[in-house]
């Protein structure tokens, strides 16, 4: 591995963009594919395609990043890292038609001996029961015309710490020679720690158990929030409590609902793999049944408390504040956002939206114009625009409010005679 070692990243989202930059950025000639020709040509003028403050750091950088859409270009490159999505269907079918399309443009343009990297999230056994197949059907055998390895891709977009640069890795390989140059790769662009793994399938189950387990412990306190609502209990002020235990608990909280394309997609990777090998993962599907509800849970909680001023869901003007998954940035995949939107229209409710960092989604221009459309609000996304914005509720006559990050000051709204409910929180 040298500078002369030249990398191709194919698929330049919210992964393959940062992966590309930071590749450039130690020295390895890169150059980045995606079948998007809107997306390349905003890279070409040194726009980024998405907001991330990694990029906005890099923006120098991204103007020196060669993009294509013709994947030919891969032939003269070393390495090839695939960062294509590997969404879900509305059966919540693991649907790998995009990773399947960018390998076969892989093999369509394979150079000799390459390293061949799957970042994209899979379940357990895609290398060897369904890429490699596909090498094999056109005469490619491993190690001697290419090397299969997969890296589970990490990154938290908005994240100000942690970014690809610094998030520790695993890598796992078909063959010795392919986790070998894979690991030397990585070392070489990343700070933090790289792990080997024993297997290729070892490495793809990672991402599955990492997000699964963010998944659960989510459905724990979101059932919690629930059952606590029915008891009178807060719940945060329970989990702040039972987080001075300094070991054996690890806090999360409840909210409004799990978003973007992790959470609320990888579980079912595993759900189905295993269900295909005759495995059924109940804890699993209870989770994804949990956290799938809290949308239409955070709509019954606005319900309730407008019951208790005599105002009725059908007709009544509610604001929407943020589309994105999580704060301050545009990201909209698997936002819960969009549930609550259909099961307000369901409910006949009157429906303003608005985002910052989305505002060509949003049906209103600014804060103070959904505010003045409002009658009520639900809180969907803690964007920093909308926090301390209490007094500004109180003058624009808010009757209602549902937190649903349970981040606002709820004394000070109910203060103001507001009605306020979290999740799980008074």
């Known amino acids: 591995m040298t500078k002369e070692t030249r990398v191709g990243i194919v698929g330049l989202g919210y ?5 590309a930059l ?20 905003k890279i070409k003028q040194g726009q980024s395609p998405f907001l991330e403050e990694f990029i906005e750091r890099r923006k120098k950088l991204l103007k020196k990043l060669p993009v294509f859409t013709d994947a030919k270009n891969l032939k003269k490159v070393d390495i090839i890292i695939i960062c294509v999505p590997t969404p879900i269907d509305k059966s919540h079918y693991p649907n790998l038609k995009p990773l399947k399309n960018a390998v076969k443009s892989v093999i369509n343009n394979l150079g000799k001996n390459q390293l061949i990297i799957i970042e994209s999230t899979i379940n357990p056994g895609v290398c060897e029961e369904v890429i490699k197949p596909m090498f094999i059907k056109e005469g490619l055998q491993e190690e001697k015309d290419y090397y299969l390895a997969h890296c589970p891709e990490r990154i938290d977009p908005g994240n100000k710490k942690w970014n690809v640069s610094n998030i520790n890795r695993v890598v796992g390989a078909i063959s010795k020679e392919g986790l070998k140059r894979a690991l030397e790769y990585y070392k070489t662009i990343i700070d933090g720690k790289i792990r080997p793994m024993k297997s290729i399938k070892a490495a793809e189950s990672v991402k599955v158990v990492e997000n699964s387990f963010r998944d659960v412990n989510i459905a724990f306190v979101n059932e919690l929030a629930q059952s606590f609502d029915q008891m009178g209990i807060d719940v945060k002020d329970v989990i702040d409590g039972a987080a001075t235990k300094p070991f054996a608990f690890m806090a999360h909280y409840p909210s409004r609902g799990v978003g973007g394309h992790c959470i609320p997609v990888d579980p079912y990777y595993l759900i189905e793999e295993a269900k295909r090998k005759g495995f059924d993962h109940l804890f699993l599907r209870a989770a994804r049944k949990i956290n799938n509800y809290m949308p239409f849970y955070t709509v019954k909680t606005l319900q309730d408390i407008l019951n208790e001023i005599e105002l009725p869901l059908k007709n009544t003007a509610i604001g929407i504040l943020g589309l994105s998954y999580k704060a301050n940035i545009d990201d909209l ?4 956002a969009f549930k609550i939107v259909d099961e307000l229209k369901k409910k006949q409710a009157k429906i303003s939206t608005f985002d910052p960092y989305a505002k060509k989604e949003s049906n209103v221009n600014s804060l103070e114009e959904l505010l003045k459309n409002s009658e009520a609000l639900i809180l969907v996304t803690n964007h920093q625009e909308f926090l301390n914005k209490e007094d500004l509720f109180k003058k624009f006559n808010i009757k209602a409010i549902v937190d649903g990050v349970n981040c606002l000051d709820g004394e000070k709204i109910k203060s103001f005679g507001i009605k306020y409910h979290g999740i799980g929180k008074f």
């Open 15 to 19: 992964v393959g963009l940062p992966l």
């Open 22 to 41: 930071r590749s450039l950025e130690k020295g390895f000639k890169t150059i980045g594919v995606d079948s998007d020709k809107t997306k390349i040509n």
């Open 333 to 336: 995949r698997e936002s819960p």
